[in-house]
């Protein structure tokens, strides 16, 4: 299994990006699907979730900025952010927890980041 993120990039205060990744391989199901961030000297946090069934858990710092988003037929998972802020920058990292495939059981993988860099 691979997640793909894209979508990072350099952004003014204000302004908004949207985050996209997808899952290949023989995948049947991804229970959970998440973006975490990481900025440069911290840990590294969730940002938001969402489960198959659609519910959605987001950090306090980004409710009401951030919205993610899942399309099951691609695999995929988006994050639409608005609002954005100096201290959103970090390295966004894509998550696929409970990962179902004909050889695969209940796996989490993690893509590799991409870089959101808000700065005027």
């Known amino acids: 299994v691979q997640l793909q993120a894209s979508g990072g990039g350099l952004v003014q205060p204000g302004g908004s990006l949207r985050l996209s990744c997808a899952a290949s391989?023989?995948?049947?199901?991804?229970?959970?699907m998440g973006w975490y961030r990481q900025a440069p000297g911290k840990q590294r946090e969730l940002v938001a979730t969402?489960?198959?069934?659609?519910?959605?858990n987001y950090a306090d710092s980004v409710k009401g900025r951030f919205t993610i988003s899942r399309d099951n037929a691609k695999k995929s998972v988006y994050l639409q952010m608005n609002s954005l802020k100096p201290e959103d920058t970090a390295v966004y990292y894509c998550?696929?927890?409970?990962?179902?495939?004909?050889?695969?059981?209940?796996?989490?993988?993690w893509g590799k980041g991409t870089l959101v860099t808000v700065s005027s």
């Open positions: 998550k696929a927890e409970r990962v179902w495939g004909a050889t695969i059981y209940g796996m989490d993988y």
């Open positions: 391989g023989s995948i049947f199901r991804i229970d959970v």
């Open positions: 969402i489960i198959n069934g659609g519910s959605t």
